[in-house]
């Protein structure tokens, strides 16, 4: 694993205008590896080129969102990024 600045380069379809996307992650991440309270679980996750990305049902993966508002808030904050994230960010 890694840590990244959690970045809004690039908007996700199901990314509201007040979110950020932070990333891909399995519906059971941890509290202390995305600790943001008003994280939100999307439905489908993409591959680097913008596809549909085809789970396999041994990792699902699940775009997250969390309000900018709570991003900007705290600047600094950094969330732990899996290393299958690349799997399905933009």
């Not at 690039?10 to 509201?16: D, F, G, L, V």
């Not at 991440?29 to 789970?55: I, S």
């Not at 990792?59 to 900018?68: I, M, Q, S, T």
């Not at 900007?72 to 732990?80: D, F, G, K, L, W």
């Amino acid at each position: 694993m890694s840590t990244n600045q959690a970045q809004d380069n690039q908007r996700h379809p199901e990314q509201a205008d007040d979110e950020v996307f932070v990333g891909n992650y399995t519906a059971d991440v941890p509290d202390e590896e995305l600790t943001y309270k008003t994280r939100r679980f999307g439905a489908q996750t993409f591959d680097a080129n913008g596809n549909p990305f085809v789970d396999k049902g041994m990792c699902p993966l699940r775009p997250v969102f969390v309000k900018r508002k709570e991003i900007e808030a705290h600047p600094n904050a950094r969330v732990i990024i899996p290393y299958l994230q690349g799997l399905g960010s933009w």
